[in-house]
């Protein structure tokens, strides 16, 4: 069965940046608290370890989703106005629009893999000092350092795809009846408006004697 051309469009953009399902989370308040001793030279040394090690897969991985979150609005916003094109005219203009999300998303990763760089001096460098102490922070720099670790890292984006599409191969029937019984509500709710704009609309008008 052919794929509705709304689903065929956003289909390009999953394999190339994921859509993910990446929120970014709201400041919360902050108390007063005293201030910071300052960090020892050895506790810079492990925090800029630890940084420099996360600037691996890890980021790889969180660049790649904060990307998608930030490109799926406007696939969300196109899509339905492609599946609303004339049908000889939708193969073409999804080729076009995937070629421009391609170059927004390529565009939105180089901006935020900048920032990450920026921020992982900045804020996560200073946050690993703040929030660990000396030994524990020697800790993860033996537990990244690890080739346990570092596989780890490698298959996880691997792991994270098994278990999603086992996770969606087996609530699909249950999503689709309720996506169906949806459909059904919403057809009723949008059918009896539409019908109703339809009569005004094709009630003649009298002509002037």
């Not at 979150?69 to 193969?91: C, F, H, R, T, Y």
Request: hydrophobic share 40%; aromatic share 6%.
């Amino acid at each position: 069965m052919k794929k509705p051309m709304a689903s065929r469009f956003a289909l390009f953009f999953v394999a190339a940046v994921a859509l993910p399902a990446c929120s970014i989370a709201q400041n919360s308040p902050q108390t007063a608290t005293t201030p910071a001793a300052v960090p020892t030279a050895s506790q810079r040394e492990l925090a800029t370890k630890l940084v420099a090690l996360q600037r691996g897969p890890e980021m790889e991985r969180m660049a790649f989703q904060l990307t998608g979150s930030a490109v799926q609005p406007v696939i969300a916003k196109w899509a339905p106005k492609l599946e609303n094109m004339p049908k000889a005219d939708q193969e073409k203009a999804r080729d076009q629009l995937n070629t421009e999300l391609k170059t927004l998303g390529d565009s939105t990763r180089k901006i935020i893999e900048t920032q990450m760089d920026k921020s992982a001096d900045s804020t996560l460098l200073p946050a690993y000092i703040e929030r660990f102490s000396e030994a524990e922070m020697k800790q993860l720099v033996t537990l990244f350092e690890s080739p346990a670790f570092k596989k780890y890292q490698t298959a996880a984006p691997e792991l994270g795809n098994v278990w999603i599409k086992d996770v969606v191969d087996n609530s699909r029937t249950v999503v689709d009846e309720k996506t169906k019984a949806f459909d059904v509500i919403a057809a009723k709710i949008v059918g009896e408006k539409a019908g109703h704009d339809k009569a005004v609309a094709e009630k003649p008008v009298a002509k002037k004697k």
